[in-house]
């Protein structure tokens, strides 16, 4: 009987199959560690976006019973300022 050199050649490529998925595995297991780990992330910036929503929204519930906090909810960005006439700060129609 003749030996045939398919056999060797079809395990080379079995082989090559192998290490390719191996390497594709350990990337994907990689990639899922690396988003689980945004995902804590996203988690963490989220609770305190919702806190300081939540404070914001009380500060301005307290400014109605007590104006005096109303100079820093204005710096701040919460209340808008007093608006003054006559400023010249006008935008131009060129």
């Not at 804590?40 to 609770?47: C, G, M, P, Q, S």
């Amino acid at each position: 009987m003749k030996n045939s050199s398919l056999t060797p050649a079809l395990i080379g490529i079995m082989l090559a199959f192998a290490l390719g998925t191996l390497g594709l595995t350990y990337l994907n297991v990689q990639m899922i560690r690396k988003a689980r780990s945004l995902q804590d992330v996203a988690n963490r910036i989220n609770t305190v976006r919702a806190t300081l929503d939540a404070l914001a929204r009380e500060s301005i519930a307290y400014s109605q019973t007590n104006p005096a906090i109303d100079p820093i909810l204005v710096s701040v960005g919460l209340k808008p300022g007093p608006i003054t006439s006559g400023s010249g700060n006008r935008p131009s129609n060129r």
